[in-house]
């Protein structure tokens, strides 16, 4: 979809597809992917020179501009936040997915993304509203001051009811004004491919700082049932590949380690 304004005009498409060729050909020992980084650099520009950049915020701009590089749809309709409070969450999820379909059509939604569930309850008079929205991986956070923890003490730490306050107050509907608030995020349904992105810098005072927590966490059979609060759940996953920060916040590197298995 070249004409789509949120792309790169098909460059990023184009130019990952030549990069993937490359790999899959056997002809090379190793490449130089100078036209794709090029192409990432118009598409994002703190990617234009050679500074240090965060591996997942590389990621994370590389699947959206695949993604509005693939995306069959070129009149994106305009959708009204619908009202949730007068049917199932079922009902609910079925219609966000189905608009954000009306609008996102790619491959990189078909692998990649799922399906969050968020509530937010009013403190004072107990209102609550419940939305559901479309992510593309899974940001978890660290326990500040262990040295290490699992998986799955990240993932319920995810899930844990949050307190709105502050700055951040809840403007709720049926006070009328802003409020102290409980948010929950869930996870209604997962994608084919997991992303998880471990929330490893952090801000201490003034400064970002990096958590050097050791994460346990299973080469073979994630199971993610026991996190998925909607109807359709997941076969376990395998680990794929794992892109690994060495280094502090002022330099260090990423490296990217495959995982490999022999059925």
Request: proline residues 3%; positive net charge; contains cysteine.
């Amino acid at each position: 979809n070249k004409t789509n304004p949120l792309g790169s005009g098909g460059a990023v498409a184009e130019e990952f597809a030549e990069v993937v060729k490359a790999l899959w050909s056997g002809q090379y020992k190793s490449i130089a992917p100078k036209d794709f980084k090029l192409a990432m650099s118009r598409f994002a520009s703190q990617f234009s020179g050679y500074d240090q950049q965060d591996s997942q915020e590389l990621l994370a701009f590389l699947l959206d501009g695949l993604h509005e590089d693939l995306n069959s749809v070129r009149d994106k309709p305009y959708i009204a936040e619908a009202d949730n409070s007068d049917i199932t969450d079922a009902q609910a999820a079925k219609i966000s997915w189905e608009n954000h379909l009306r609008r996102n059509q790619s491959m990189i939604v078909e692998l990649f993304q799922g399906q969050f569930k968020s509530t937010v309850t009013c403190s004072y008079c107990g209102k609550k509203s419940v939305t559901f929205e479309a992510f593309m991986y899974l940001s978890l956070p660290l326990r500040v001051g262990r040295k290490q923890c699992s998986l799955s003490d990240c993932l319920e730490s995810f899930t844990a009811v949050e307190k709105v306050s502050g700055d951040d107050k809840w403007y709720c509907s049926n006070c009328k004004k802003h409020r102290t608030a409980e948010k929950k995020l869930d996870i209604w349904k997962l994608p084919p491919i997991l992303l998880i992105h471990l929330k490893r810098f952090y801000f201490k005072g003034r400064w970002r700082d990096k958590l050097e927590t050791m994460v346990d966490f299973p080469i073979s059979g994630l199971d993610m049932r026991n996190y998925i609060i909607g109807p359709e759940k997941r076969t376990p996953y395998n680990l794929y590949g794992v892109s690994n920060h060495y280094g502090t916040m002022t330099g260090g590197h990423c490296n990217l380690n495959r995982i490999k298995y022999h059925l």
